[in-house]
């Protein structure tokens, strides 16, 4: 197995740039304070053996008009993941994009091409040789809080079909553009894994709950070109499988969530069994996380289901642990406390969570114990 990634366990910095329904811009990254402490940050992490990160570059800064780019909002990062010797997934796409961009047009598609192209040109420049990018985060979610739902931009409402295949088209153009610079790069694509259950004896709630539930793989499908031909998709623009996992992940059609140990919670370790099983990529759990006391726990059970993945031969290659600082609510600017790390005080400190900080810890010993393990460090040593 190819080590893709510096290490197992890896921390995502929240970097959505969206417009919320109001008109509202959000810049995660900005109110986080990440943008003025990424190299202490990085630091931060590497400290603890995480050196791998996801991270975002926000486009709406970096174009400001149509074909030009100001990179001065993504070169101190570059910078400071290379002081840091810490290796970044950069987010070319987390839900924002220009105002001047219509999403819905083909110019759309040919901006977000370029803007990848010139992206990993500047990476390249910043001596990152073999960059790894997720072109668009979360489609899926996208479509739905986008365009179905009119949630956040574009705030549409029963078009969520028709901006799942937008922003693929978009991500197969980013894929292209970036190769023909930059053909050692990786690409992960990070979608939600869910399960969705009916909770009636109805033969057509069942049904319509395991559509539901098919309907996560949508993406996959579109971008290998399976469903959805006309799209472009083929099976090489499908490299690394992300999974975001969260506690609410999981659900009755039309009601509430299933906790976990209920009888109807399905294992994350079959979860990602049927993944593979689909698609025989590498996988990644791209994020996961708790908020609150609960964390720590949260963390626990997702390694422990992730070992027995392991142990049964699947290419699990990371859990990434998200968001890895607390950061602010999008819609009521509430502190959310999910990360290893706190927002700063007034002197720019951040303090870390000591739970989740000595349960990573347990689990980068545990995890070093497994057989992906084993193979790494042979690849090391060799």
């Given amino acids: 197995m190819t080590r893709l990634f510096r290490s197992f366990f890896?921390?995502?910095?929240?970097c959505s740039t969206h417009r919320r329904a109001d008109g509202v811009r959000l810049d995660l990254i900005a109110s986080s304070g990440h943008d003025d402490l990424v190299l202490d940050d990085y630091l931060q992490l590497s400290s603890r053996g995480i050196f791998t990160v996801r991270d975002g570059v926000r486009w709406h800064l970096i174009e400001r008009s149509p074909g030009e780019?100001?990179?001065?909002?993504?070169?101190?990062?570059?910078?400071?993941?290379?002081?840091?010797?810490?290796?970044?997934?950069?987010?070319?796409?987390?839900?924002?994009?220009?105002?001047?961009?219509?999403?819905?047009?083909?110019?759309?598609?040919?901006?977000?091409?370029s803007f990848a192209r010139e992206a990993a040109i500047v990476a390249l420049q910043e001596n990152d040789p073999a960059p790894l990018f997720c072109p668009i985060n979360e489609i899926s979610y996208w479509a739905w809080a986008g365009a179905q739902t009119g949630r956040i931009n574009p705030v549409t409402f029963e078009r969520g079909a028709e901006l799942k295949r937008?922003?693929?088209?978009?991500?197969?153009?980013?894929?292209?553009?970036?190769?023909?610079?930059?053909?050692?790069?990786?690409?992960?694509?990070?979608?939600?894994?869910?399960?969705?259950?009916?909770?009636?004896?109805e033969q057509e709630h069942v049904d319509r709950a395991e559509e539901y539930r098919q309907s996560q793989f949508e993406v996959h499908d579109m971008l290998t070109g399976e469903r959805?031909?006309?799209?472009?998709?083929?099976?090489?623009?499908?490299?690394?499988?992300?999974?975001?996992?969260?506690?609410?992940?999981?659900?009755?059609?039309?009601?509430?969530?299933?906790?976990?140990?209920?009888?109807?919670?399905?294992?994350?370790?079959?979860?990602?069994?049927?993944?593979?099983?689909?698609?025989?990529?590498?996988?990644?759990?791209?994020?996961?996380?708790?908020?609150?006391?609960?964390k720590h726990y949260w963390l626990s059970q997702i390694c422990e289901e992730v070992r027995l993945a392991i142990d049964d031969g699947?290419?699990?290659?990371?859990?990434?642990?998200?968001?890895?600082?607390?950061?602010h609510g999008w819609d009521n600017?509430?502190?959310?406390?999910?990360?290893?790390?706190?927002?700063?005080?007034?002197?720019?400190?951040?303090?870390?969570?000591?739970?989740?900080?000595?349960?990573?810890?347990?689990?980068?010993?545990a995890i070093s114990r497994t057989r992906t393990s084993d193979l790494f460090i042979e690849e090391q040593r060799a």
Avoid: K
């Avoid at 890896?10 to 929240?14: L, S, V």
């Avoid at 002081?83 to 598609?109: M, N, R, T």
């Avoid at 290893?340 to 303090?351: H, K, Q, W, Y």
């Fill in 10 to 14: 890896q921390g995502g910095f929240e």
């Fill in 228 to 294: 959805d031909p006309q799209l472009g998709g083929r099976p090489e623009f499908l490299d690394i499988v992300g999974v975001n996992f969260y506690p609410d992940n999981q659900w009755y059609l039309g009601g509430s969530t299933i906790p976990l140990g209920h009888h109807a919670y399905r294992p994350l370790h079959e979860m990602l069994h049927e993944v593979y099983r689909r698609y025989r990529r590498p996988l990644l759990i791209s994020e996961t996380g708790a908020e609150g006391r609960v």
């Fill in 69 to 113: 780019y100001d990179w001065s909002s993504f070169v101190p990062m570059l910078r400071a993941a290379h002081a840091a010797g810490v290796q970044v997934i950069w987010d070319l796409c987390h839900y924002g994009y220009p105002d001047h961009v219509d999403i819905w047009s083909e110019d759309f598609v040919d901006a977000f091409g």
């Fill in 314 to 327: 699947l290419p699990v290659q990371g859990i990434c642990l998200y968001p890895i600082v607390d950061y």
């Fill in 333 to 365: 600017h509430r502190i959310c406390q999910v990360g290893l790390l706190s927002l700063p005080d007034e002197a720019g400190t951040r303090r870390s969570c000591e739970l989740l900080d000595r349960e990573l810890r347990r689990q980068q010993l």
């Fill in 166 to 201: 937008q922003l693929v088209r978009a991500s197969i153009a980013a894929i292209r553009a970036i190769r023909s610079v930059a053909p050692d790069a990786r690409f992960i694509v990070a979608e939600p894994l869910i399960n969705v259950v009916s909770g009636s004896c």
